[in-house]
């Protein structure tokens, strides 16, 4: 079935720090991307998704690009802050009627002052 | 607008005991969701509603689970008997009828620990 890989965790980095989270998918056809993050006691939220190929999803200075070549969809950050201590989930949205969504294992991001 | 709201926030049984949790999406959304997520891994979904109608549960343990949304607004998840290995974190989330922006919102979660 269609499903999400993430790279590993716990990632740690120190503040300003660049951040590259990886994200591939396998998919039938071209699913919509997202990437959900979940912060210390609350619950996951949207912080960014993308719905066709080369489409860029961007929220709060992270960025992914949709790339339908390398079946990808990482997130970046150019300089992480210690409030963007989180996990971080990918997740795809399947082609097909409803819209449940598949999520990865989830990466740990901490960062240090 | 308020989110959406789970209860209780934490549970501890003992195996072969019942347990239901309780959640309440935010008003005006038709599609509802239950995930599972076991420690240190992604949500998994469990059942999925359109109003009070059944989209897809192909991932829900029916010998074990059953979940209802009556009225096409709160629903109701329940297990009985737990097991161990349902100790996780249960995800209720929420999205406007035919939204296509595959946003969901989700509520705090409970989290179930089953001994």
């Known amino acids: 079935g269609d499903s999400v890989t993430q790279m590993e965790g716990p990632v740690t980095l120190s503040e300003e720090a660049f951040l590259t989270i990886n994200c591939t998918y396998t998919a039938t056809g071209y699913p919509s991307l997202f990437w959900y993050v979940q912060y210390p006691g609350e619950g996951l939220q949207l912080l960014l998704k993308?719905?066709?190929?080369?489409d860029k999803g961007s929220n709060k200075g992270f960025e992914a690009t949709y790339r339908k070549e390398t079946t990808s969809f990482h997130l970046e950050k150019g300089s992480v802050q210690v409030s963007d201590s989180a996990v971080y989930f990918c997740a795809l949205r399947p082609l097909g009627p409803g819209y449940a969504l598949n999520f990865g294992k989830g990466t740990s991001l901490l960062v240090t002052p | 607008e308020a989110g959406v709201a789970q209860s209780p926030r934490y549970k501890i049984i003992e195996k072969r005991q019942s347990v239901a949790f309780w959640c309440n999406p935010i008003?005006?959304?038709?599609?509802l969701y239950w995930y599972q997520q076991i420690l240190g891994q992604g949500p998994k979904l469990l059942i999925q509603f359109q109003n009070n109608g059944v989209v897809d549960d192909s991932q829900l343990p029916k010998d074990r689970f059953s979940a209802e949304r009556l009225k096409g607004v709160d629903s109701t998840l329940k297990i009985q008997p737990a097991k161990l290995e349902d100790s996780a974190v249960y995800l209720c989330?929420?999205?406007?009828?035919?939204?296509?922006?595959?946003?969901?919102?989700f509520g705090e979660g409970s989290r179930l620990t089953v001994l």
């Open positions: 993308a719905t066709k190929a080369d």
């Open positions: 008003s005006g959304h038709a599609t």
């Open positions: 989330a929420s999205a406007p009828g035919g939204s296509n922006t595959g946003e969901l919102f």
